[in-house]
């Protein structure tokens, strides 16, 4: 696999098929903390575990934990009491919790990290009296968790009518902060229509968007300006995986699709296609990418050039509850399971 750093004009500069793969690509700390969380638990305590909602939201790695021995759930009161529970990487409110402690489960907390620091955010400024307008998806699961943390003070910024809608209480003392999963982009047109309403908009401390969503932008936009049709492997409510279909279709992308599986390719997709881009979403396993690539050789694209515009080390330890646990019955708290 040949690796370039600059795809500009890569489409003139070859008169051959290849396929231009965006790094990084696929899962993010977050991601796989949460998913080892259930690995271990179920190495631990043993099946069934009781997850409320998709770990994470990939089709292929909740299927792959329920033949292990988790079971999905929406809420906790579907859990026995006294069982295992893991809230999931996108977090939880805090009526959820004591929900749980209410039912006697035991509780694991996978949320991610970045997305805990949301949380945070929320309580601070909610405490400190702030309205808080929060940019994100009207019922995904993570803007829920959040904006639970302060009901009161949060307002959901969505699409532009929400804008029209809301209305503060003081706007000297106003702040938004965001889902980790949006566009970076759209995000920032979002605000500058929020400024116009609301020119003493403060930011946020730092930025929402998370280091792993804004790197997949990044190379989705190099590998889009460069190909003709971009396939990203993701499932359908993966917030972060949409967002890299739209991103490379802005960046010049003649197509671009999400796929689940490399089953899913269609053949009137290649009509006069000479350059794919490949990408996949925080919550995609490497082995689903691994796939595309063995159809896309068979389709005459078998030269693969890696797009490579950062390089990522970030790494979560296991939630407290569960080390605790691990630590206490002698077990590895190595992060890194053998899949
Ligand atoms: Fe955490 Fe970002 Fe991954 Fe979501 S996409 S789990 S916020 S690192």
């Known amino acids: 696999m040949t690796e370039i750093k600059d795809t500009a004009d890569q489409r003139l500069q070859s008169s051959s098929k290849m396929v231009l793969l965006a790094a990084p690509r696929g899962y993010c700390a977050g991601v796989d903390r949460a998913v080892i969380a259930v690995e271990k638990a179920l190495d631990h305590y043993g099946a069934p575990v009781y997850v409320r909602k998709q ?16 079971i999905f759930i929406n809420e906790v009161d579907e859990a026995p009491e006294g069982s295992v529970l893991v809230f999931s990487a996108h977090g939880v409110s805090p009526a959820v919790v004591a929900a749980a402690e209410a039912r006697g489960l035991n509780t694991i907390d996978a949320t991610c990290p970045l997305v805990t620091k949301v949380h945070r955010e929320v309580q601070r400024f909610a405490a400190e009296d702030y309205d808080i307008l929060l940019v994100g998806h009207e019922g995904h699961e993570e803007i829920e968790g959040t904006a639970g943390e302060a009901p009161h003070a949060v307002q959901i910024i ?4 929400s804008i029209e809608r809301s209305t503060v209480r003081d706007p000297k003392k106003l702040i938004w902060l965001s889902q ?14 929020l400024r116009k309403k609301y020119p003493d908009l403060q930011n946020p401390p730092s930025d929402d968007i998370c280091y792993a969503t804004q790197n997949r932008q990044v190379a989705i936009k190099k590998v889009g300006a460069g ?27 003649k197509s671009s699709y999400r796929i689940d599986y490399a089953s899913e390719i269609l053949d009137e997709w290649f009509d006069g ?8 979403g925080a919550s995609v396993p490497e082995e689903l990418v691994d796939e595309v690539l063995v159809d896309l050789a068979r389709r005459g694209y078998g030269d693969v050039r890696t797009v490579q515009t950062a390089e990522e ?27």
């Open 227 to 253: 190909s003709d049709l971009v396939l990203v492997v993701g499932s359908a409510n993966s917030s972060n995986t949409v967002r890299l279909v739209e991103v490379a279709l802005e960046a010049g992308a």
């Open 273 to 280: 296609v000479q350059t794919v881009g490949v990408s996949s």
């Open 158 to 161: 969505d699409k532009d009518e």
């Open 313 to 339: 080390d970030v790494q979560f330890s296991l939630p407290a509850e569960l080390r605790k646990e691990l630590k206490a019955a002698g077990t590895d708290l190595n992060n890194k399971v053998k899949r």
């Open 55 to 70: 770990i994470v939201h990939n089709k292929h790695v909740v299927s792959s934990l329920e033949k292990r021995g988790a």
């Open 180 to 193: 980790t999963t949006l566009s970076v982009d759209e995000t920032m047109e979002t605000v500058v229509k």
